[in-house]
């Protein structure tokens, strides 16, 4: 079992629609939870950043954690074109060698205008 | 956010030889830096884990001869793919971890095509 399990999509949505993204991970020990985006032949890069269960809120972005079910989540309100790209969601905590990150397999969105 | 730069950012050689790939964080000093492989439409690889003025960690299976990783301050790392092959082709990035909450960030990748 993969430390952290993402589904890799492809996912195809209509422009303005909600977008759900979700992973879940397997130890409980990890205590932060990240979520990259990556455009096409780019590095990733840092959308959100939480630490407790519950819901940070960032423009159109919200990403949620459920320690309790190990679930983590990724909201997208009103996706547009430009929000198509992989996103990656991540973990690390003190127990994964030192801080070492965990990453998702990506799951790639496209939004079509 | 904080910014990584990675450079060159597109690469070309020929079979045989060396390639350096830059990596530095700009307006922070980065703990540890991270170089990643990622091939088209896969997830990214962890190819090693360095911190500044030790030896570099390697995952399993990759070649710490074959790719030497200096990491000369906390602000530069260096990713050399010595006696590059075709098969070496691929997007290399790399992550610097600093700042309050130790949180990683990317590069924007080198792309390497060996002939």
């Known amino acids: 079992q993969k430390e952290v399990e993402q589904d890799p999509g492809p996912l195809s949505v209509p422009e303005g629609a909600i977008v759900s993204l979700n992973c879940t991970y397997s130890?409980?020990?990890?205590?932060?939870f990240m979520w990259y985006r990556q455009y096409s032949r780019k590095g990733p890069e840092l959308l959100m950043y939480t630490y407790s269960s519950g819901n940070k809120e960032d423009g159109r972005f919200t990403a949620q954690v459920d320690k309790s079910s190990k679930y983590i989540s990724l909201f997208i309100r009103d996706s547009q074109p430009s929000d198509s790209a992989t996103y990656l969601c991540a973990t690390t905590g003190a127990n994964t060698g030192g801080f070492k990150t965990i990453f998702g397999a990506g799951t790639r969105l496209f939004v079509k205008a | 956010g904080a910014v990584v730069s990675q450079h060159p950012s597109r690469v070309i050689c020929k079979s045989g030889t060396s390639v350096k790939i830059e990596c530095r964080s700009l307006d922070f000093q980065a703990t540890t830096m991270f170089w990643y492989r990622q091939f088209p439409k896969q997830s990214l690889m962890l190819m090693a884990t360095s911190n500044e003025g030790s030896k570099a960690t390697y995952e399993q299976g990759v070649e710490k001869d074959k790719f030497l990783i200096n990491h000369a301050s906390l602000t530069l790392s260096t990713l050399t793919v010595t006696s590059a092959h075709p098969e070496d082709s691929s997007f290399y990035i790399c992550s610097a971890r600093g700042g309050p909450q130790e949180t990683q960030y990317f590069g924007p990748g080198t792309r390497l095509l060996v002939l």
């Open positions: 130890n409980s020990a990890f205590q932060y």
